[in-house]
């Protein structure tokens, strides 16, 4: 069974924090994609990572792909009432129909 | 243009209705997805279509069909649903690229309440 291990579930922080989020597999992507939700809307896609160790930066969001390819974090700097919502993890096997393995989420809010 | 579209936005529908979902894409990818989404949870998977053809069901019940008459549109046809199929319905299509970037763009969904 592929999993993907997606932590915290839920972070209610303040303005001006920073935060962290990780997602954790056992199994090797092809790549991995991180979407952000808002409620009601379909995810939105963010960033997609493919190549072990990669870093890529979205304004205060930084995104960081595992050596191994089998794991990611979402750092945000300092964050905005506007970063509010559900953010979501999906790695991909590139010759496997196409099947997501999405994390379960994480619920962030932050206050102003 | 990474835009998928779904109509309609909401449905309101008793267990005895008959009633489709659409979506539509134009940027030329050759597979769709549903997927269905309680809150708060992850989008899970229903149906994949690869050109035109269906590819994955992954055991739904047989009072969701789907449909995909061309390479643009999808639809997913509702018959005697349970209230406990109330989601939102998420179509998404697929982009390929070389060096196995593999993505996928989601609609903004179909919020179905089944009364």
């Known amino acids: 069974t592929q999993l993907l291990e997606q932590s915290p579930q839920f972070l209610s922080i303040q303005e001006g924090e920073n935060l962290t989020v990780y997602c954790n597999s056992s199994s090797v992507f092809s790549s991995l994609q991180w979407y952000r939700q808002e409620p009601g809307e379909g995810p939105v896609l963010l960033v997609t990572?493919?190549?072990?160790?990669e870093v890529k930066k979205l304004k205060r969001l930084t995104f960081q792909f595992g050596d191994a390819r089998k794991d990611s974090s979402l750092h945000i700097t300092a964050a905005q009432p506007g970063d509010t919502g559900l953010y979501l993890c999906a790695g991909a096997f590139y010759n496997q129909g196409g099947k997501l393995i999405f994390g379960q989420g994480t619920e962030l809010s932050v206050k102003p | 243009d990474t835009e998928v579209t779904q109509t309609p936005k909401h449905l309101v529908m008793g267990m005895t209705n008959k009633k489709s979902l659409k979506c539509e894409q134009h940027m030329g990818h050759r597979a769709m997805y549903w997927y269905k989404q309680k809150a708060k949870k992850p989008p899970e998977l229903m149906f994949v279509y690869s050109y035109e053809k269906l590819s994955i069901n992954e055991s739904v019940p047989s009072r969701f069909s789907p449909e995909c008459p061309n390479s643009s549109l999808l639809n997913l046809h509702l018959h005697a649903l349970q209230p406990e199929d109330s989601a939102l319905y998420l179509c998404?299509?697929?982009?390929?690229?070389?060096?196995?970037?593999?993505?996928?763009?989601f609609g903004p969904g179909t919020r179905l309440t089944v009364l």
């Open positions: 990572v493919v190549t072990g160790g």
């Open positions: 998404a299509s697929r982009k390929r690229t070389s060096g196995q970037r593999d993505e996928q763009f």
